[in-house]
């Protein structure tokens, strides 16, 4: 166990939907990280938050968005959904957010009909 | 170009051996690193092991080392004494720390270790 946590573990949704992602780094993390993973695509980096700030942007379409609360977790939302979104989402966190170890949560499973 | 390369898609090798795979990235970046990750068939994302580009020394964590040749843009993965555990997808990717901290994956390789 990572220590990283993420809600729900799977979800099936509809095109047009919205849903939203919710991940809790390990206590004492500063930085989480959102991941996409899917067959056509690959692994991809989306967004890097830092102590509520964001810190680095990856590919992340504009229908995506995320924010990190006070209380250090994150929330990625997605809306407008498409088939083509389908994927697991990982999240991960580390303390500060540069070289360090990153915790990587067990994914949320997305499926998109 | 492909800022991440993995040309393996798949290796074999005999437990209790060392096997290298491959990873060449791609940047004009003066400062980045270089990360290694395993994700066993149970799906969970582990980090192994990470090494930076000013990094004097390859970096090392147990049994994973990271061959780090500068020149040539190449950070392969060694596994020493290789475990059945080891069986897995592995992933190489690159972090630009100058121009916006975005990291970049390779289309990983599946390692399996045979008994």
């Known amino acids: 166990d990572s220590g990283v946590t993420q809600t729900p573990k799977h979800l099936i949704t509809a095109t047009g939907q919205r849903v939203t992602l919710r991940c809790s780094p390990r206590s004492g993390d500063l930085s989480v990280y959102w991941y996409q993973q899917s067959l056509d695509q690959g692994l991809q980096f989306l967004i890097q938050y830092y102590n509520g700030e964001e810190r680095a942007k990856g590919n992340i379409l504009e229908r995506f968005s995320a924010q990190q609360f006070p209380d250090l977790h994150s929330e990625l939302n997605l809306s407008s959904l498409e088939l083509g979104d389908s994927a697991l989402y990982f999240c991960?966190?580390?303390?500060?957010?540069?070289?360090?170890?990153?915790?990587f949560g067990p994914g949320t499973r997305l499926l998109v009909l | 170009a492909q800022k991440i390369t993995q040309t393996q898609p798949g290796m074999f090798v005999q437990e209790k051996e060392a096997v290298t795979l491959d990873c060449t990235y791609d940047?004009?970046?003066?400062?980045?690193?270089l990360f290694w990750y395993k994700q066993p068939s149970s799906g969970e994302m582990i980090f192994l092991i990470y090494q930076g580009s000013y990094d004097q020394q390859n970096a090392t964590e147990g049994r994973y080392s990271l061959n780090f040749q500068k020149a040539r843009k190449s950070a392969n993965l060694v596994i020493s004494a290789s475990q059945l555990g080891d069986s897995a997808m592995y992933f190489c990717a690159m972090r630009e720390e100058y121009t916006g901290n975005q990291f970049y994956f390779g289309t990983g390789t599946s390692l399996t270790v045979i008994p």
């Open positions: 991960a966190s580390s303390v500060e957010g540069g070289r360090e170890t990153q915790y």
């Open positions: 940047t004009s970046d003066p400062s980045y690193g």
